[in-house]
């Protein structure tokens, strides 16, 4: 699922008509219909600005697909040992700090780096997309 999937799913959750999302979030007539419309990606600000208007919303979920859509929704695995917090943080695997930002989210909102992160997991996950949808334009061309 790409973004602008997620951020329909958003639009429903708030029982809002598209354009009522795009006066919300100060974008302009017709920008999401249009996206939704061509499954268009959409840029960084896009979603920062989504996310700062709707602060409930998990950004690992608004990026990445990651995680619930609602901050609130994580589920705390209390079968999981707590994580011992005195390692060495590159002894932390990727899914340990990834949890780590979700629970403690508020405390990175605004945080320059934080966004950048978030950034920078989105346009992985976009790249990891486009060499996908590469390969399989190519199977179809019958190149390699």
Known sequence: MKPIERVYEIIKYKHLSIRQFEIENGFGNGSIQSALKRNAALKDETLLKILKNYPEINPLWLFLGKGDMLIGNMNSKAEEPPIDYKKALSSFSEDEIM???????????????????????????REAELKEENEKLKKQLGTS
């Open 99 to 125: 949890q780590y930002i979700i629970k403690n989210e508020a405390k990175f909102l605004g945080n320059e780096f934080y966004e950048m992160f978030v950034q920078l997991k989105y346009k992985q996950l």
